[in-house]
T-cell receptor
């Protein structure tokens, strides 16, 4: 079975540029999560989608961040304009419906903003 | 108070010993508890989950849950150098929304 697929694996860009991270969840999973991980703050939930609808975006840091899920097999996280403090590893995870179902993580995107 | 608390470590144990990793949570209504292992530079991978009070064993791993004390732990028996990683405790809140809150993670070092 294919796991959660994220792209790109690494992204290095200059401050002010637009960054787009992509995620393909596991087929059949109807919940999708975007996380950001840093040494200082650990794993933080940015946004959660259920059946392609954003349910909780309270973790999105500010208006520079946006996320979409146009269909069940694709989601994007966009940062515009990017800033050096956005440098982190961004993970996408998906899970099946059900309160006791665990999340399965993609390999992450390591983002560096210069 | 953080929602999910873990000691960041590092926790060092000799090879063959029992490693004990601990986690406390603040939401008394939490119902599902997960342990993830994360190797350096890799993504978290699920190793255990527990929903009911008591112990749950899977190979060398035992998860323990005490809802009254809001405490969950992971024991690793016969620790191996390959167990060296960061272990993340994750807690899912009650209700329909599947929000999972992760602890900062405990770094485990198994010394050969």
């Amino acid at each position: 079975d294919a796991g959660v697929i994220q792209s790109p694996r690494h992204e290095v860009t200059e401050m002010g540029q637009e960054v787009t991270l992509r995620c393909k969840p596991i087929s059949g999973h109807n919940s999708l999560f975007w996380y950001r991980q840093t040494m200082m703050r650990g794993l933080e939930l940015l946004i959660y989608f259920n059946n392609n609808v954003p349910i909780d975006d309270s973790g999105m840091p500010e208006d520079r961040f946006s996320a979409k899920m146009p269909n069940a097999s694709f989601s994007t996280l966009k940062i515009q304009p990017s800033e050096p403090r956005d440098s982190a590893v961004y993970f996408c995870a998906s899970s099946p419906h059900g309160s006791n179902q665990p999340q399965h993580f993609g390999d992450g995107t390591r983002l560096s903003i210069l | 108070q953080k929602e999910v608390e873990q000691n960041s470590g590092p926790l060092s144990v000799p090879e063959g010993a029992i490693a004990s990793l601990n986690c406390t949570y603040s939401d008394r209504g939490s119902q599902s508890f997960f342990w993830y292992r994360q190797y350096s530079g890799k993504s978290p991978e699920l190793i255990m989950f527990i929903y009911s009070n008591g112990d749950k064993e899977d190979g060398r791993f035992t998860a323990q849950l005490n809802k009254a004390s809001q405490y969950v732990s992971l024991l690793i028996r016969d620790s191996q150098p390959s167990d060296s990683a960061t272990y993340l405790c994750a807690v899912k809140s009650a209700g329909g929304y599947q929000k999972v809150t992760f602890g900062i993670g405990t770094k485990l070092q198994v010394i050969p």
